[in-house]
């Protein structure tokens, strides 16, 4: 019997399948190699997800330097601050309230220095005028009695919390005092509360100031002393970027418009990445706005004065972005259905090259001018060309005649279809005159960037050309002095 089983056992068995083939029909596996492939396959799911977080962390962190720099500057806050609290001496002198100053530490650490020095000062005077304010109704409400104390407590909590709570709706409040009204709100609420029971509010309060003290003031010192990271310079590096994007892009969108064919090179993609730069420029309000708040705060660093114009970099990054819709519209134009065609493209092709190269020049030329903090001798100039190669283009759409754009179109449409031929021309035209306009709306925006980046030259007091020329011009005259008396000798 059991090598009946044996015999049974080692039989294969097989189907024939509609095609011809035979399949060979493996049993099903028990339940416990079911269970154990199971778990197998989680546990390999989970160690491969792991492994992709480890290497996009690992991206992360080579991308972007200053980010891991950020993460040991709060460990070592957090670190120095924890003395306070294990070590006896420093812990019995702030009474026990050590943890605050670890609290505050994590809470108002920021990646850049404005960030950090924001969110100290709105904690400092956020506790201050709260902490204030509250014992003053405290002693108010102490000196009318037992009956009378919880109500004026209530009142003032009520009428006060309220108060501060609305004031953070308020747009200039909201943008660089919202965290201190929070702050106030939190500190009178507990100090109003815990002062009905609390008999030495003044001691409490006095020490977790001094633990708030303590904790911004370790958060602006590593901040600034360790690597410090400004966002007033990130702001002036993000504007540099995205007006050389711009260039890049006004460039790129003539070029894809007048040289497109149907399949892309390896070179032809990487150029119309680039082309593509001006969709970054578009999402950057809020970045612009939130690093303006921010350099605000700063103290003078680098180029940066104590009163640099920080909200002119605004100015300057609305009129980039305005620029930067029409090139959104210009794409629009490049991916219509509805082509003008080779015919029209030659005879405005050579005046929008010649435009979109003089505007990109004069962008390129005002990042130039805010990189360098010096202003330029020959933006004036290039305005002047590229105000010229407008002129010339608007000229020369007047003198595009649709009758003899389409009776030259026309003859060599008939030979190919029998439909009515004076449609292609004048849909070619609608598409052509659209893109062209673009360009010339380009070109008057690109004044406002001019005028834009002009003032922000005045008020930061931007270098002087003729400065430059002048030292370089004494220079020249002292060598040759120097060289008139060695030649003497």
Known sequence: MARQKEVFNGVEWKIRVADGSSETLVPEAGLASRLWLGVKNMIGGLVLKV????????????????????????????????????TRPLYEGVGGNAMWAIMTVVVVFENTVGATIAKCLNRVFGTLLAGFLALGVHWVASQSGEKLEPLIAGASLFLLASAATFSRFIPTVKARFDYGALIFILTFSLVTVSGYRVDKLFNMAHQRISTIVIGTSLCILVSMLIRPIWAGKDLYNLIIRNMDKLANSIDGSVAEYFNRSG??????????????GYKCVLNTKATEESMVNFARWEPPHGRFNFRHPWKQY?????????????????????????????????????????????????????????????????????????????????????????????????????????????????????????FASFQIEIASRIESIVEAVEELANLAEFEHPEKNKQNQANIKVAANEQNDEETKV
């Not at 090179?265 to 680039?274: G, I, M, Y």
């Open 51 to 86: 492994w992709r977080f480890l290497e996009k962390a690992w991206d992360l962190g080579v991308d972007d330097p200053r980010k891991v720099i950020h993460c040991l500057k709060v460990g070592i806050a957090l670190t120095v601050v924890s003395l306070f609290y294990y």
């Open 263 to 276: 399949g892309l090179t390896d070179c032809e993609e990487e150029a119309q990445k680039v082309f593509l």
């Open 314 to 434: 605004l100015k300057v990054g609305a009129a980039v972005r305005r620029c930067a819709y029409c090139i959104e519209a210009l794409n629009a134009c490049i991916n219509s259905e509805n082509q003008a065609s080779e015919f029209i493209k030659k005879l405005l092709g050579n005046t929008c090259l010649r435009v979109s190269s003089n505007s990109s020049s004069v962008v390129k030329e005002l990042a130039k001018i805010i990189k360098t903090m010096k202003k330029s001798s020959t933006i004036d100039l290039l305005v002047e060309e590229m105000n010229a190669g407008v002129k010339e283009l608007k000229d020369d759409l007047k003198s595009l005649s649709l009758s003899e754009a389409g009776t030259s179109e026309n003859k060599r449409t008939e030979k190919i279809s029998s439909k009515p031929a004076a449609a292609i021309p004048l849909m070619g035209m609608i598409s052509m005159v659209s």
